[in-house]
């Protein structure tokens, strides 16, 4: 298999508009299936090669977790 930094295609679902996404990034990645999902509500997640996390409510607040276990949250455009 080709090394992309886009990684393989697993899977793509979508269901009554809501999206499912996931990739394959081989074993040299920290989390090697990654994923991401959007919902119709405005909200998504991503779940990353590097092991970080990110949460949109898609109402204004949103949490970043590093590889290291960090969290970053921030609501309104303030961060905490």
């Known amino acids: 298999m080709p090394n992309s930094s886009y990684g393989r295609y697993v899977s793509l679902i979508v269901i009554q ?5 996931s990739r394959d990034y081989g074993s040299g990645a920290a989390n090697r299936n990654s994923y991401h999902y959007s919902n119709t ?7 990353n090669p590097n092991g970080s996390t990110y949460y949109n409510s898609g109402q204004g607040s949103s949490t970043y977790t590093s590889p290291s276990g ?5 609501s309104g455009g303030k961060q905490s």
């Open 70 to 74: 960090n969290v970053s949250k921030s």
């Open 17 to 21: 508009g809501n999206h499912y996404c």
């Open 41 to 47: 509500n405005g909200s998504y997640y991503y779940s």
